[in-house]
């Protein structure tokens, strides 16, 4: 799977919008662009996930670069509750890849009141 | 829908035992993946099962097994355990057809230490 890089940690003031950048420039043509979340002593949950074009769910939006070598990941309005560790994830289209997630370090928000 | 259960949340065991952890993936899911999560190496992939099957398998030793049952369920053994093994170990259940949009869907975790 191709590499993702973000960084570190980042802080954001509660309500405000926070936009975690993920950088992919070794992406291919058919690797999807998923997020996950884990918070504070659970199991990662799903975030999102998108092709090409933007995403929005009821959680986040997705924006992905024209060129797709990078994506943001936008809460439009951040709560306490958002604090986590963020991954950025490549899926490779195939069957085969179906249950594997190759996590990276992930981006760490936190979320002030 | 009742998401992802593990059992049990936590277990202690001594160096050279064995242990075995249980994963019940959610009503309809035939896929269940397993992960270990270190402070050190992060969320490393074990392995995938799908139908009975193992699908996918990450880079640990022969140490590290698994299996699934015909209603889905699925146990992970850890033999003869070494203090790295120390981690929380996670499951993942899915549909499993969906390819590389398939969501995972992660439990609580089983909290092992190593003595």
């Known amino acids: 799977d191709a590499k993702t890089t973000q960084p570190n940690s980042m802080e954001s003031n509660e309500e405000e919008p926070v936009h975690l950048p993920c950088n992919h420039s070794?992406?291919?043509?058919?690797?999807?662009i998923h997020w996950y979340r884990q918070l504070p002593s659970q199991g990662p949950e799903y975030v999102i996930h998108?092709?090409?074009s933007n995403v929005n769910n009821r959680m986040a939006s997705l924006a992905i670069a024209e060129d797709r070598k990078s994506s943001t990941l936008i809460l439009h309005r951040a709560t306490l509750r958002d604090a986590a560790v963020y991954y950025c994830?490549?899926?490779?289209?195939?069957?085969?890849?179906?249950?594997?997630?190759?996590f990276g370090q992930g981006t760490t928000l936190q979320v002030k009141p | 829908k009742a998401g992802v259960t593990q059992t049990p949340r936590y277990l202690i065991k001594t160096r050279g035992q064995q242990v075995t952890l249980s994963c019940s993936p959610i009503?309809?899911?035939?896929?269940v993946s397993w992960y270990q999560q270190t402070p050190g190496q992060g969320l490393q992939f074990l392995f995938e099962?799908?139908?009975?099957?193992?699908?996918n398998k990450g880079n640990f030793p022969g140490r590290f097994s698994g299996r699934q049952f015909s209603n889905s369920r699925s146990e992970m053994n850890v033999s003869t355990l070494e203090l790295g093994d120390s981690a929380l170990y996670l499951c993942?259940?899915?549909?499993?057809?969906?390819?590389?949009?398939?969501?995972?869907?992660f439990g609580p975790g089983t909290r092992l230490t190593v003595l």
């Open positions: 993942a259940s899915s549909l499993g057809t969906s390819g590389s949009t398939d969501t995972q869907y």
């Open positions: 070794t992406i291919s043509g058919t690797d999807y």
């Open positions: 998108g092709l090409t």
């Open positions: 994830i490549l899926r490779m289209m195939g069957s085969s890849n179906t249950g594997k997630l190759i």
């Open positions: 009503s309809g899911h035939r896929s």
């Open positions: 099962y799908f139908s009975e099957t193992q699908r």
